[in-house]
């Protein structure tokens, strides 16, 4: 739909989008400029219809812009590529209340800024327990004992030697969205949803390694992985699923791992909390029960109902949130506009999404974008014809088990109030009769 003026619906985005909250002239320009959306397809501006203050700017058509009329950079002006300097602005971001110290901190990931559902190496979430240790690949070495016939030590030229798969999936933080637990409504889904991102991960499967060992089939049950970090971070991993598709990887993206992400090797988990998919990987002990060690007895739990703890809370189940619009935006225009977002889910695909924009009285069912793939980030599309009132945009995952993301007044019922990990509810974003969308908690 056309708004009045003739301008498709535009947003302004969040203060940590890849535009500024004030475009500068040449981007007001290509705003003024943006083709009209009219049922279902692009009608373009012509020649005749520029604006007289277009008609000013010697960068705007039909002049010819400085930029087509001299030399540009050299081939190699940055040896190892980056992005635009108009991009700047799309950057990891700390949470002041989350940051203890630089070293044991989050910085989210700007899902609100990205495209498709591939998470580009420089914007992947970080979580680190003892800052980012230098490792030497050479000096590197990967030890795999316990309850196997025969205990290696492994070089990266030995890991590298193993046939090699590549997937796609998702890693999040267990504690993604645990905020939103206590009422906290952060203003982005940088901070509520940015401890979330997906790559393609590149490595050998670890049953081939535990293959090799020989593993003592009768007696082994679990795993436990430990990382070379100041905090010799370790996790208990179930054996079924580290022969099932657990990765001990090496590339990311096409390319070898980033330091922050566990180069030159760490482990990947499909579908897991992030914590399990170890990093600086140095460590595999093969054994017959869980080690309850500092991460797993102190941390990553959560107070039930009862007075017990949930502890061992491995899959992430279903999820998904909408990134457009979405926290800190504004819609500058009635009329047509697109919600986008993501949905996944730790047991397999997703199936459907539906979206809501009455705060959940009524749904519609979103379209899919391929690639659909198992424990990977989904991207979903709807079309949507705001009029100016106020509405409530939510968004509804069915993964392919029959799982249907809850809302969080039935999260609640099951888990309590005194949760911090593993928040899968549905997440709201209210809409303003000025445009401006806020963060807001549908019970």
């Not at 692009?42 to 039909?62: F, H, I």
């Not at 409504?185 to 401890?195: E, I, K, L, N, R």
Request: aromatic share 6%; hydrophobic share 35%.
């Amino acid at each position: 739909m056309v708004t009045d003026d003739g301008k498709p619906g535009r947003i302004r985005p969040a203060p940590e989008n890849h535009l500024a909250a004030s475009p500068d002239p040449v981007r007001r320009g290509f705003l003024r400029r943006a083709v009209a959306l009219g049922g279902g397809a692009l009608a373009a501006r012509t020649a005749g219809s520029v604006r007289a203050d277009d008609a000013l700017d010697k960068n705007l058509p039909p002049h010819v812009p400085e930029w087509s009329r001299t030399l540009g950079a050299p081939t190699l002006a940055s040896p190892y590529g980056v992005p635009a300097k108009y991009e700047a602005n799309v950057k990891r971001r700390e949470s002041p209340g989350l940051t203890r110290t630089p070293q044991s901190s989050v910085a989210f990931t700007p899902l609100q800024s990205l495209f498709g559902i591939i998470t580009p190496s420089g914007l992947h979430f970080e979580r680190h327990h003892a800052g980012m240790p230098d490792v030497d690949p050479h000096q590197h070495r990967l030890m795999v004992h316990g309850l196997v016939a025969n205990p290696r030590i492994y070089t990266m030229d030995d890991i590298v030697r193993f046939p090699s798969v590549s997937r796609v999936h998702f890693i999040e933080c267990g504690a993604n969205t645990g905020m939103e637990w206590g009422n906290v409504a952060v203003p982005t889904v940088q901070y509520s949803h940015g401890m979330l991102s997906c790559s393609e991960w590149t490595g050998v499967l670890l049953s081939t390694l535990l293959d090799e060992v020989g593993i003592d089939r009768a007696k082994a049950k679990y795993l436990l992985a430990e990382g070379a970090d100041g905090a010799s971070l370790t996790r208990t991993i179930p054996l079924a699923m580290a022969l099932d598709d657990v990765l001990v990887c090496y590339g990311q993206n096409g390319e070898m791992l980033r330091p922050e992400q566990g180069y030159p090797l760490r482990l990947l988990v499909p579908g897991v909390q992030g914590v399990s998919s170890v990093k600086w990987l140095r460590r595999i002990e093969v054994g017959d029960q869980p080690w309850n060690t500092r991460e797993e007895a102190l941390h990553y739990i959560d107070l039930m109902p009862g007075g017990k703890h949930r502890q061992y809370t491995w899959i992430h189940e279903a999820k998904s949130v909408i990134t457009a619009p979405s926290g800190g935006q504004v819609l500058l225009d009635h009329g047509y506009h697109e919600i986008t977002g993501l949905a996944w889910s730790g047991r397999g695909k997703v199936s459907r999404v539906d979206v809501s924009t009455d705060g959940g009285r009524n749904w519609r069912t979103a379209r899919l974008s391929e690639p659909v793939l198992t424990k990977a980030l989904t991207r979903f599309r709807i079309d949507w014809t705001w009029n100016g009132g106020p509405a409530l945009l939510q968004s509804r995952v069915i993964d392919e088990t029959g799982y249907v993301q809850p809302t969080i007044r039935q999260l609640r019922a099951v888990r309590g109030i005194r949760s911090i990990y593993h928040n899968n509810a549905i997440q709201t974003w209210r809409v303003d009769a000025t445009g401006e969308v806020s963060n807001v908690q549908v019970l």
